[in-house]
């Protein structure tokens, strides 16, 4: 049995405080499997978002939004364990789909992923969000993408970064700061990263600090990424395009985020 069941106390509890926890065996092979086959199908049709970063030596691709056109995203996002553990860990009665992100780094890839948070990219904030990184592929300790404990307390938000140069947003005003430049004083920072195995996640909030080294070696790094909006999750108006960046979303800062874009998947509808 795999699931909601591999999310103990102690995980909730270092959630809350650390704002990241790795849950071990969390997904099934079949659901690995199925989402490595709609990972290709991703890759052979991207959507109109899907961007390619670095300098050509290797291939980091990511791309987001496409969960409604490819089967075995869709799947995934309404049938997997993945909404019931979204609630628990967020600490919220419900949760709600935000998107998926699919970030993908072919072997010989220089790349590495600017430290960022997710939360500033987004329309959308709140205490209650979760986003899954679950590995598609074996990822060894120095590839696996590191995490800042604590930094979703931190009352910050830092300008996005574009993933192709690492240059900031252009957001005018909002109170944006620059990301400090942490991989130049690492030791002061309490950073987070784990060797993964296929079915394992990381959990992380959208305030959560974090980034991704280089995947320089020989093999490919698949990551899997759902976003979850748990209760408390209010749609905010950023000071530029936001990304993903849902033209015609139609809504005002403090609204609940809107059900039939972003379906609410906990508790399971039906009920079943
Ligand atoms: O996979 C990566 O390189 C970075 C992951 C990330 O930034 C995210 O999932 O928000």
């Not at 490819?70 to 919220?92: D, K, L």
Request: aromatic fraction near 14%; proline fraction near 9%.
């Amino acid at each position: 049995m795999v699931g909601t069941d591999r999310l103990t106390k102690q995980d909730i509890a270092d959630y809350a405080s650390d704002g990241v926890c790795v849950l071990r065996g969390a997904f099934a092979g079949d659901w690995l499997e199925a989402l490595r086959t709609g990972v290709e199908k991703n890759l052979a049709e991207p959507g109109p978002w899907a961007g390619e970063h670095g300098d050509g030596q290797g291939k980091f691709f990511d791309d987001y939004c496409n969960w409604e056109r490819i089967a075995e995203y869709r799947a995934f996002v309404h049938e997997s364990p993945a909404a019931a553990i979204a609630a628990a860990v967020m600490q919220s009665p419900t949760a709600q789909f935000f998107h998926e992100h699919v970030l993908v780094k072919e072997p010989g890839t220089i790349k590495r992923t600017p430290w960022h948070q997710d939360a500033p990219y987004y329309c959308v904030d709140g205490g209650q969000t979760v986003s899954f990184w679950i590995p598609l592929d074996p990822v060894p300790l120095d590839v696996c993408p590191e995490f800042l404990a604590g930094s979703h307390l931190w009352q910050k938000l830092y300008y996005p970064r574009r993933f192709t140069n690492d240059t900031d947003y252009d957001y005018d005003g909002g109170g944006f700061e620059t990301i400090p430049d942490i991989d130049n004083e690492r030791e002061k920072y309490d950073i987070r990263s784990w060797a993964l195995a296929p079915g394992d996640a990381i959990l992380f909030h959208f305030r959560t600090v974090h980034g991704a080294p280089a995947n320089p070696g020989q093999g490919r790094r698949r990551g899997f990424a759902p976003r979850w909006l748990g209760e408390d999750a209010r749609f905010v108006a950023r000071p530029g395009k936001t990304s993903p960046p849902y033209p015609g979303i139609g809504l005002k800062t403090g609204e609940r985020m809107r059900e039939d874009w972003f379906p609410v998947l906990w508790p399971r509808p039906g009920g079943d």
